[in-house]
């Protein structure tokens, strides 16, 4: 007896079962994402949350160079490659990461300690330091997919931005600046990923296996706010060389 072989989704199948994924699991519906949007979180835990965000902002041009140099044609390198430029910026643009760091600078981190990488949640590496691994590691179409999550942050990005600047008085629309572009720039790429993905997913199996990397991607991203929340919320068990309220300080008196 052979075993059972579920059909083929359509496309429009395929993009729902995705955005279910998405609905029920994106790192919107964490906890420590609603109490950062809703101005519940102390000073000292919005800078946790900049300092340990800066890893994975700063990991994600590295994800696009991996993926970039598998793609094998001129057309999708050329569509691919705008994603570090984004985040890299150029001679005569910011980029997400050089307005990252002014986001630390304007919570009162040292720029030059955020950058060293001390101080790192444990758990945030592990989860960055997966994703990277994923796309090096696992087929393209599958690396592609991860970044699907996309599809999900336009809409929750106004939703951060507009709480933050209401509740917090040490928050500036500038410190924001670096969700300025990024629902644009978020609804391109998802809309090339997910049409990617529509098109090469051509057998049962691949459509799963793009399904599945984009549970991946929204584990990496739940995983990063759980550590936050266990070591600087509750029950606030900090680990030995993790940041510390106060630590890599950048001067700034409390506003």
């Avoid at 609603?34 to 900049?50: I, N, S």
């Avoid at 949640?121 to 599958?142: C, K, P």
Wanted: hydrophobic share 40%; with cysteine; proline share 4%.
């Amino acid at each position: 007896m052979t075993g059972r072989t579920d059909p083929l989704l359509s496309h429009a199948e395929l993009e729902a079962a995705l955005r279910e994924i998405g609905a029920t699991r994106y790192h919107s519906l964490h906890p420590f994402q609603t109490l950062l949007q809703e101005g519940r979180l102390t000073r000292a835990q919005v800078q946790a949350w900049a300092l340990n965000r800066y890893y994975y902002q700063s990991n994600i041009p590295v994800k696009d160079a991996i993926i970039l140099a598998r793609l094998g044609t001129v057309e999708l390198r050329r569509e691919w490659r705008q994603r570090i430029l984004d985040h890299d910026g150029s001679e005569t643009e910011r980029g997400g990461i050089e307005k990252w760091i002014a986001l630390t600078d304007g919570v009162g981190l040292d720029r030059d300690y955020v950058m060293s990488g001390k101080g790192i949640l444990a758990g945030t590496r592990f989860a960055v330091d997966a994703y990277v691994h994923f796309v090096r590691d696992r087929t393209l179409l599958e690396a592609i997919a991860s970044s699907l999550t996309e599809l999900f942050s336009p809409n929750v990005i106004g939703v951060r931005t507009r709480g933050m600047l209401a509740h917090y008085d040490f928050i500036s629309a500038e410190t924001l600046a670096y969700f300025d572009k990024r629902p644009v720039q978020a609804k391109r790429d998802s809309d090339f990923a997910l049409n990617y993905c529509l098109e090469h997913a051509d057998t049962r199996e691949k459509q799963e296996a793009v399904m599945d990397a984009l549970r991946f991607k929204c584990q990496v991203l739940w995983a990063q706010l759980d550590a936050l929340y266990f070591s600087y919320v509750e029950p606030a068990l900090t680990p030995p060389d993790a940041w510390r309220p106060g630590e890599a300080d950048a001067g700034r008196e409390a506003r």
